[in-house]
């Protein structure tokens, strides 16, 4: 297994300029997340997905814009880059299900994370 | 609201030297689950362990341990004899099991000096 891939490693975007971040997991699981990562400071969620045609906004979502048509596939897009969205940006998804009728929350698993700079 | 607070912004040792990161959080939760993540100098993010809320047996890997005391909101790591390539940026991490609700702490630089 792969795990969770992400492309590009690097970006450099003009301010206005458009770009989308593909997120890729192969472990099957159902939920998908995007966290910014800016320096010094931990994460924070962007958007989630708890599976295919559904997603949902996290903690700091203006600016960006996902979509799931594949249980696989998480892309994040940036419409209008902007100075503030210079970050790190990683990916992750996790399994969340039942097991023996109880939930089951399952740890989540990062990518290597995709290191954009907006000039 | 969740919180997660990890106070030391940054740690220096000598290689060998024992060193202990803390982690406090908050929650209402009464079912929660606690984790720990490194981040190595080459950026990507490495699960370390995942504590459930109701099990407070504290756990040892290797030189790796961890600490979970309930009763004082803290989850804190300890490295024993650590080692250059335990150079770091370590978070905390805190999870309700609901879909949106992981937080992170600001993380703890830790620095191994050979």
């Known amino acids: 297994n792969a795990g969770v891939t992400q492309t590009p490693k690097f970006r450099i975007l003009k301010i206005g300029q458009s770009m989308t971040l593909q997120c890729t997991q192969d472990?099957?699981?159902?939920?998908m997340y995007w966290y910014r990562q800016d320096p010094g400071m931990g994460l924070k969620l962007i958007y989630y997905?708890?599976?295919?045609?559904?997603?949902d906004k996290g903690e700091v979502p203006n600016g960006y814009n996902v979509s799931r048509s594949t249980t696989e596939d998480f892309p994040l897009r940036l419409e209008l880059a902007a100075p503030s969205q210079t970050s790190v940006y990683f990916c992750?998804?996790?399994?969340?299900?039942?097991?023996?009728?109880?939930?089951?929350?399952?740890?989540?698993?990062f990518g290597p994370g995709t290191r954009l700079t907006v000039l | 609201a969740q919180k997660v607070t990890q106070a030391q912004t940054e740690i220096s040792v000598v290689e060998k030297e024992d060193v202990t990161l803390d982690c406090v959080y908050e929650?209402?939760?009464?079912?929660?689950?606690l984790f720990w993540y490194k981040q190595p100098p080459s950026g990507e993010l490495v699960f370390l362990i995942r504590?459930?809320?109701?099990?407070?047996q504290n756990e040892i890997s290797g030189r790796y341990s961890w600490n979970f005391q309930k009763s004082t909101s803290s989850f804190n790591f300890t490295i024993t004899a650590s080692q250059v390539v335990d150079s770091a940026v370590y978070f905390c991490?805190?999870?309700?099991?609901?879909?949106?609700?992981?937080?992170f702490g600001a993380g703890t630089r830790l620095t191994v000096k050979p």
């Open positions: 992750a998804s996790s399994y969340q299900g039942t097991s023996g009728g109880s939930p089951r929350t399952d740890t989540q698993y």
């Open positions: 472990m099957n699981h159902n939920y």
């Open positions: 997905s708890v599976g295919a045609g559904i997603t």
């Open positions: 929650t209402r939760d009464t079912t929660y689950y």
């Open positions: 504590r459930n809320s109701f099990d407070e």
């Open positions: 991490a805190l999870s309700g099991g609901r879909r949106d609700d992981m937080r």
